[in-house]
Structures are given as C-alpha cells and as structure tokens.
C-alpha cells in the first residue's frame, strides 16, 4: 500500500478511537483512483505546477482515416495518458496517447464506446460520425480537467469480520455506534488531500462511487465514472465503465460494461 501512510493512519486510528487492527483492516481495501477536476476545484496547495489530463466536450481528435473511430454516441471526454500519475493507479493503462469516451446521459448508454489514440497518430478534431451534419453533432463545452490522487474503499467495508466484531462488541453487548467506522473511513479515505476531496468531473480507477448496486464487482474493475452534470450541466447521471483488468491492460475497449445511474 505504497499509496497509503501506515503512520497516519495510526493517527487517524487514535483521533477516532478505532482498533489499531480494524483501521489495518480498513485501509487494507482501499484502492488509488485519479480525480480529474476542474482548476476552479483544484486545492490551493500546488495546483500552480499540475499539467492538464484531460478534457470534457468538444470535438474528439480521431485518428486520421480510422473508419472504427466513428461513433454513435456524443464525445464527451479525452483522456491523456502520460498525464496521468500512472504510478499511482493499480490499473494498467496506455503510457501515451489519449482514452476517448463516447456515451450520453440522456438515455441509456447503449452506443458508449472507450478509444485508444496512440501519441504520434495524425488526428483531426471532426464529428465522430462521418454522416452527421456538423451543425447538429452534439458537442458539449470544451473544459481542462487536471489529475488529482484520490483513495477509494471497497463497497463492502461494513461486513468485513474485524469491523464486524467490533461493531458487535465480541459478543459482550458493548458494540460501538456504526458513525464512529463512518467518520474514520470518511477520514482514511481524504487523509490523501489536504482537507475533503475536491469536486471532481471524472475518475480513473478505484472503486465506484456508485448510486445503486455498483457495476465493479464479480471480477470487474472501475476504468472509469463520469458525471453527467460536469458535462451536460442539466443532467444528474453517473455513467461507469467497467471491465475485467486483463481486458483492460490489453486495450480490449470492446468488451467493456456501460452502466448509467441516477
């Protein structure tokens, strides 16, 4: 848990009044995930040195004469993958080039699809679709996001056995209230930032931050939740991308899951 200062959370554990054995429990199931944030949400502290890693909206920088780049659904964010802190993530990406994201949010998902553009290919910024009149593509307004560290937990943390045992008291009727676990996870999981986690429009990696039963389970992996209003400002949905980690790794983009919530 290279991610993860086992100091601090011994601090947290002591602030909280958690079990040095229950907290070691706790941040054993978190897993890295990157924020991409807008500057105006960017903590004070170093945003003057982050490199853009991405934006929303647009027009996508398809490759030049891939005819597979053109899709149904509207562009709606570029990734750039060197940008990316790579080393952070437990996920393996492309090291360079651009992840392109097709989906809407006004309906079900069904036409999404994720694209690898590889650093050095010729592209052209056009509509993803070769027979849509341009004046009518939906392009949404064009916004750099920046990288930002964050931590997630697993969606299951509650019913692990140790925080389990100590909610129950081990048997002798003396149980802790569950908000005691809730605000020391609320603080394992932002001792990453200087404060609460910024608001962020897209994350790569992690746990979901899922509004209903979450798509990451049974052997598949987050790539990444985008919020529709940090695109379409009108529309409450959280899009979520999931696939296996070797499909993944292999930029197997098809075989990915497309899930909306709301």
């Not at 492309?94 to 994720?114: H, I, K, N, R």
């Not at 692990?160 to 081990?170: E, H």
Request: aromatic share 6%; glycine share 10%; with cysteine.
């Amino acid at each position: 848990m290279a991610y993860v200062d086992e100091r601090n959370v011994t601090r947290l554990a002591g602030q909280h009044g958690v079990p040095a054995h229950v907290a070691g429990e706790l941040a054993g199931l978190l897993r890295p995930c990157v924020l991409l944030v807008r500057q105006a949400d960017l903590p004070e502290a170093g945003r003057e040195d982050l490199r853009p890693a991405g934006r929303t909206g647009g027009l996508p920088p398809l490759a030049e004469g891939d005819e597979e780049s053109r899709q149904a659904d509207p562009f709606v964010l570029a990734v750039d993958c060197a940008a990316l802190p790579r080393d952070y993530l437990d996920i393996e990406l492309p090291p360079d080039g651009q992840l392109l994201f097709f989906t809407t949010f006004e309906y079900e998902p069904e036409d999404s699809a994720v694209l690898h553009v590889p650093a050095g290919v010729p592209t052209g910024e056009r509509p993803s679709r070769e027979d849509v009149d341009v004046s009518k593509t939906v392009a949404y307004e064009s916004r750099v996001l920046y990288p930002v560290p964050g931590l997630t937990i697993d969606h299951d943390w509650h019913s692990c056995p140790q925080v389990q045992t100590f909610l129950d008291g081990d048997g002798d009727g003396e149980g802790q209230d569950a908000e005691v676990l809730d605000r020391f996870v609320e603080a394992l999981v932002n001792s990453v930032h200087a404060g609460t986690a910024p608001h962020s429009v897209a994350q790569i990696g992690g746990f979901s931050d899922q509004w209903q039963v979450p798509p990451d389970q049974d052997g598949l992996v987050l790539l990444a939740q985008i919020s529709g209003n940090g695109v379409d400002h009108g529309l409450f949905t959280l899009n979520l991308m999931v696939g296996t980690r070797e499909d993944i790794a292999a930029g197997r983009w098809e075989n990915l899951h497309f899930e909306q919530q709301c």
